[in-house]
């Protein structure tokens, strides 16, 4: 399963809770995936707070050709050593131009 065309790597992943109403869950995170995990700007497989040592893992019945053809998309995502994204998408926890500007009616302005 894709979502919007991206590769989403945590619904590849042998921890994710799949079905129900389990959306957004998995064995590291039984509440909710924290959106830093979720939206791509962390790689988790780097330690991640309250992650209960539990990290991402391929699924078994993932393809090597698709887990490569995952990793090395031209929209896969690239993270520099401590796991978060570089450079961070705008707005993100580790982005230093610090949070989205608000909406202004039917667009945002940005600076």
């Known amino acids: 399963m894709e979502i919007y065309n991206i590769p989403h790597r945590?619904?590849?992943?042998?921890?994710?809770f799949r079905?129900?109403?389990?959306?957004?869950?998995?064995?590291?995170f039984p509440l909710e995936i924290p959106?830093?995990?979720?939206?791509g700007d962390f790689d988790h497989t780097h330690p991640f707070p309250e992650d209960n040592g539990i990290r991402f893992a391929w699924r078994e019945d993932i393809p090597q050709e698709k887990r490569q053809r995952i990793e090395s998309s031209s929209i896969a995502?690239?993270?520099?050593?401590?796991?978060?994204?570089?450079?961070?998408?705008r707005g993100a926890k580790n982005d230093p131009r610090g949070p989205l500007p608000p909406h202004r009616g039917d667009f945002t302005i940005y600076p």
Do not use: M, N, V
């Not at 945590?10 to 994710?16: D, G, K, T, V």
């Not at 079905?19 to 590291?28: D, H, I, P, Q």
């Open 10 to 16: 945590c619904l590849h992943c042998a921890h994710y």
């Open 77 to 89: 995502l690239k993270y520099g050593p401590d796991g978060w994204r570089t450079p961070p998408r």
């Open 35 to 39: 959106d830093e995990i979720w939206e």
């Open 19 to 28: 079905g129900g109403t389990s959306e957004f869950r998995c064995a590291a």
